[in-house]
């Protein structure tokens, strides 16, 4: 069981239902949730097989770019350089799984 991948996929989803809270972004609530899903999924996959990565290794991406590109134009650790470093260490991961 990929329980890193799943701690992931629920600090996505919890963190974009905290943003909603604090800030009432619907936009950045969707996204987040929709992310969560697919973060989820994909380590349901890796579950089933470590080489699965395809769907994970695509989302950890899209986090780590989109965050990156938030954290470089904010400067701000919370939430988007936080969520940027925690993509990448998952892509790394994910990379590793695949070799």
Excluded: E, Q
């Excluded at 909603?20 to 999924?41: E, Q």
């Excluded at 134009?73 to 969520?83: D, E, N, Q, T, W």
Aim: charged residues 15%.
């Amino acid at each position: 069981m990929d329980l890193i991948g799943f701690g992931y996929a629920a600090f996505v989803t919890f963190g974009s239902i905290w943003g909603y809270k604090r800030r009432g972004g619907i936009p950045s609530l969707i996204a987040g949730l929709f992310l969560g899903g697919l973060a989820g999924y994909g380590a349901y996959r890796v579950s089933n097989d470590k080489r699965d990565v395809k769907l994970s290794l695509f989302t950890a991406f899209f986090l780590a770019t989109m965050m990156g590109v938030r954290f470089k134009r904010s400067k701000k650790i919370m939430p988007a350089g936080l969520v940027a470093g925690l993509s990448l260490m998952m892509i790394l991961r994910l990379v590793l799984l695949m070799l």
